[in-house]
């Protein structure tokens, strides 16, 4: 039998059990003796979430097929076990050999949402490895983080010995090296943390010294290291379909929120949206090319055995061959009854017909993003969807038999005023009685039904609007209110449903977002006052955040509310990006003229991720 | 054409609940390419069906399910493909074609049987002692529990439904009833015994091991093991 790391006694009084054992298919089995490093990937949120990941499948494969390296994975232990380990004393342990995390050589922490920090804590704290980088020694494993998150990585930066900066799959190899290296030599982990530091792409906290001025910003941010650069400069793949892809993916026994195969068909964005961040540090767009993305398909089916395939990116429809790649999906699945999902899909002809030969129209529905209820504001955020496109697909869709719509938005974007907000309620009512108008009674398959959500805009770093202010939590809720009173004035009321995201929420993922070190303070007070699982909406309690401000005598207010100038320096400038600071505040300035900016395939913006060398920016032009 | 497949379930998976088995097996019969039979509509599953769902904590040595493939291979070739794809605790026994008119394993189950080895901290010193008692349990005509349902408590007698028990080596092994009728976990035989000694029932006593399911021949009332309603294909 497998080793466990936990006995019957405590796998049986727990819930889903499952998620502690390991022993999937296609689980990477090696033995730890026969290995130079041992590295432990861990999504800091519940097995779950964490095995729905993609960008952890591509490590833990590309990890293992080094010899000398054997990459497990960890996640957060749910709140049931988290209590029986803190009162047995049992230290938290990779899921493959069940060893304890504290004798590897790496853990690695993908930070892919704000509300995850204090899990972080819990990995570290449960793993008895010293929360801060400065009380670790020699015997310690070096963490590391990546993901969205690191280009802010200052909110964690006492936490993490170094902070991974871009995509994943270009220097991971050459840091296990000069570590292997520098381990062979018999030199110390401050050695190699200097070495580390000189990588491209690798960002060492310890090495950099922040001053801030008398109101608070910050004065300088200097390296105190010769080795540390001044700017770190994310890491990118140029040529995508060089990259390694997963060849045979981690298939779970639990129901995982992403139980299916995840094509990802290309990275980066066209759009240029400009709340989005996703759509500014992964510029520039690279696709993969169609053959790669078939053979990987097939294979992904085969290895898996997966009953879905969903394709992966932030606007599918702007992948050059689609319809090529779908049709050879519908081909290639149907014979073989697995489903295949298309998120991020602009609804036209196209998507309408494919999607009614992939889905069971009557139980889908139809989803729009319009961001922003009225024209003015859609411009504001650059989002070029107006509202003849959104009622002509609706139009379509209804023809189509489809008679379910979401729309999602997004409430207190800058600019914003009453009427964009009761544009949201205008615009859902428009759908409504598009349908009535276009569909005769007798043809329609009952009632039309739209929801409506609203999320609160929260600015981030790398987007045009980080230099943006932020509404209060009584000012987002006033507008969500002033959303569902208009919705009541509709003449379609009951067709129509509006739902709103929680508030307090909202505010602390703005301080996550684009805080400075002295958060980090604020973390670790939270986590201490028994803060955990905060992105879980049962779990959250906004006293135990407020009391950890206040006790570090720190004002949320200070990294929301505020409007900041279009010199300060931020917290996240000695990252490079790609995108350049000049273009964001170009884009920042043109938002607050209400002009729009064409995407990339239409019109170059010089946003700098030309520099990279690849990608959109040099499409048509070899 | 329907099939039967016999597997053991052991170690680490014994925490794999009968849900997660069955998308387990969905994955495997894609993975092993079997071809399998879909049902009809616009959302098609694959004809497969479990003879009795294990307890979370139980491990198995027999257990069984049905499925329906348009052609398939011989029983070793079969047996092969499926166990290349599977992990290490969970392996196909074999893989047997029944008559067209069979009916499925769920519905014929009658009864299983049981090995329950002693976790090392719950084992009795007296050894001989706790098997003298229990046999003792065993021999007695009648073996009156209450038993919980849904619609509040009933008296219920078990002894006509614990076809054995009896020692094995250092285990108790037990023949009970099971199915959508009278249902006997082996759990309820043991925690009426250890009440009947005026004796505490610690939760985690003993390992529990089903070893094989069995239905019943019409004609005589036999027990057959579930695999031998079918045959090896050549």
Known sequence: ?622 | MKIRIKFLKQGSMKFIGHLDMMRYFQKVMRRADVKIRYSEGFSPHQIMSFAAPLGVGITSNGEYLDIEVTETESSAVMTNRLNQVMVDEIRVLSYKKLEDSSKNAMSIVAAADYTLTFRERYKPEDLDGFFEKLRGFYDQNQILIVKKTKKGQKDMDLKPLIYDLARKGDAVFMKVSTGSTDNIKPELVMESFYEGQGWEYPGFTFQIQREEVYGRDGAEGRLIPLEQYGEDIE
């Open chain 1, 1 to 622: 039998m497998r080793k466990l790391a936990l006995p019957d006694e405590i796998l049986l009084s727990i819930q889903q059990p499952a998620r502690y054992i390991g022993g999937e298919v296609n689980m990477c089995v090696k033995d730890p003796k026969d290995v130079a490093i041992r590295f432990a990937m861990c999504f800091p949120d519940v097995y779950e979430i964490g095995m729905s990941h993609l960008g952890i499948q591509i490590l833990y494969d590309m990890f293992n097929r080094r010899e000398d390296t054997y990459c497990e994975r960890v996640y957060s232990p749910w709140t049931d076990l988290d209590k029986i380990m803190r009162e047995h004393k049992i230290p938290l342990f990779a899921l493959e050999s069940q060893d304890p995390i504290k004798d590897f050589d790496f853990l690695g922490i993908t930070l892919q949402y704000e509300m995850c920090y204090t899990n972080v804590l819990q990995i570290l704290d449960l793993s008895r490895i010293p929360l801060h980088s400065s009380e670790r020694g020699e015997d310690d494993p070096v963490v590391i983080g990546g993901g969205p998150c690191a280009y802010n990585p200052e909110p964690l930066a006492e936490f993490f010995d170094l902070f991974y900066i871009g995509e994943g799959e270009t220097v991971y190899d050459r840091l296990l090296d000069v570590y292997l290296d520098n381990k062979k030599q018999g030199k110390s982990r401050f050695e190699f943390l200097k070495k580390a530091a000189g990588i491209p792409g690798i960002y060492v906290p310890a090495f950099y010294d922040v001053t801030y001025k008398e109101d608070g910003t910050i004065k300088t941010f200097l390296p105190n290291n010769l080795c540390a650069p001044e700017k770190v400069t994310k890491e990118l793949v140029v040529t995508l379909d060089d990259a390694p892809y997963i060849e045979k993916p981690l298939v779970p026994f639990l129901k995982v929120t992403q139980d299916r195969v995840v094509l990802e068909i290309q990275r980066g964005c066209i759009r240029g949206c400009r709340f989005c961040q996703a759509g500014n540090v992964y510029r520039p767009l690279r696709e993969h090319g169609l053959d790669y993305l078939k053979h990987y398909a097939k294979k992904l089916i085969e290895t898996t055995g997966h009953d879905e395939i969903s394709l992966s990116s932030l606007s599918s429809s702007d992948y050059t061959y689609l319809p090529e790649l779908v049709n050879y999906l519908i081909d290639e699945c149907s014979a073989k009854g697995v489903n295949i999902s298309l998120p991020s899909l602009r609804i036209d002809a196209f998507s309408l017909d494919v999607m009614s030969k992939v889905q069971d129209v009557k139980k889908s529905s139809l989803t729009f993003a319009p961001e922003a209820g009225s024209q003015r504001l859609r411009d504001v955020i650059n989002k070029g969807l107006t509202e003849e496109v959104i009622l002509k697909g609706a139009a379509m869709a209804f023809h189509g038999g489809w008679n379910r719509v979401k729309l999602y938005f997004m409430l207190g974007l800058p600019t914003e005023q009453r009427e964009d907000m009761e544009g949201i309620a205008l615009l859902s009512e428009k759908i409504a009685e598009t349908y009535y108008d276009e569909i005769p009674k007798d043809q329609r398959h009952g009632k039309v039904q739209i929801v409506a959500s609203s999320s609160f805009f929260v600015p981030k770093p790398f987007t045009p609007f980080q230099w943006a202010k932020m509404c209060t939590k009584e000012e987002f809720l006033e507008r969500a209110y002033i959303v569902k009173n208009k919705f009541r004035e509709m003449k379609n009321f009951k067709s129509l449903k509006y739902n709103w995201h929680e508030a307090d929420v909202t505010v602390l993922e703005g301080v996550l977002a684009r805080g400075d070190r002295r958060v980090c303070a604020v973390v670790e007070a939270a986590y201490n006052n028994g803060a955990l699982f905060d992105s879980w909406s049962e779990y959250f309690d906004n006293s135990l955040w407020m009391r950890a401000f206040e006790s570090c005598g720190i004002a949320p207010d200070f990294y929301t509310v505020r409007e900041r100038g279009l010199d300060e320096i931020f917290p996240w400038d000695f990252i490079d990006a790609g995108v350049s600071k000049e273009f964001l505040k170009r884009e920042w300035l043109l938002a607050m003229k209400e002009e729009v900016t064409p995407n990339c395939r239409q019109r170059c913006s010089g946003c700098g991720a030309r520099g990279f060398g690849g990608g959109v920016c040099y499409e048509d032009k070899n």
